[in-house]
């Protein structure tokens, strides 16, 4: 069954977005295609947003082109 999650070479998508997340806590989409470059933007986004839907991050706008995710748990 797929559920959503793409893989790249066997990682998981939201394993690496979650372990990103896991030591900065909160970070930008920008900062986010930097450090998870395995992955598209797309892919990212995708992510991003279920992970949001899921309660397991919180988007909130910081300036004027900008939001940034922040982990609740």
């Not at 839907?53 to 909130?60: A, C, D, I, N, P």
Request: with cysteine; proline share 1%.
């Amino acid at each position: 069954m797929n559920d959503g999650r793409c893989l790249n070479g066997g990682i998981d998508v939201e394993a690496a977005v979650w372990a990103y997340l896991q030591r900065c806590r909160i970070c930008s989409m920008e900062e986010l295609f930097r450090h998870v470059p395995a992955f598209t933007a797309n892919q990212l986004f995708l992510t991003v947003d279920r992970l949001s839907r899921e309660g397991k991050v919180v988007l909130r706008y910081r300036n004027r082109a900008e939001y940034v995710m922040v982990r609740t748990g």
